[in-house]
């Protein structure tokens, strides 16, 4: 599975952006598509994950309310919606994809990014103050 990210730019506080993950090979056995970031000096941070079976979504409490993440089968993407962009938000954007593990359970969403077996490359996104 390749994942290519896109989408990233320079947008001021307050504004929106929406990424977009396209996912390229055997996709229909991943179990959650998911967004992480990572801000200079900081580590990696789960953003948030949406399940190929229902489509429902899970987020960090960071982004709750602002970021929708969304799955379009026929083209085998995932996009994030980011609204009301802060300063904060600046980072390098990563799209992952899971093959699920055996201790899963209905309804998990995996936040954590060991869980995830493939990465996309990164799209940096920078908000301004």
């Known amino acids: 599975v390749q994942l290519q990210a896109s989408g990233g730019g320079l947008v001021q506080a307050g504004g929106s952006l929406r990424l977009s993950c396209a996912a390229f090979?055997?996709?229909?056995?991943?179990?959650?598509m998911g967004w992480f970031r990572q801000a200079p000096g900081k580590a990696r941070e789960f953003v948030a994950t949406?399940?190929?079976?229902?489509?429902?979504?899970f987020y960090a409490d960071s982004v709750k309310g602002r970021f929708t993440a969304s799955r379009d089968t026929a083209k085998n993407t995932v996009d994030l919606q980011m609204n009301n962009l802060s300063p904060d938000d600046t980072a390098v954007y990563y799209c992952?994809?899971?093959?699920?593990?055996?201790?899963?359970?209905?309804?998990?969403?995996?936040?954590?990014?060991?869980?995830?077996?493939?990465w996309g490359q990164g799209t940096l996104v920078t908000v301004s103050s």
């Open positions: 090979g055997r996709t229909s056995s991943m179990y959650a």
């Open positions: 949406i399940r190929t079976s229902d489509g429902k979504g």
């Open positions: 992952a994809a899971d093959r699920q593990d055996p201790y899963y359970v209905p309804g998990y969403y995996p936040q954590i990014a060991q869980e995830y077996d493939y």
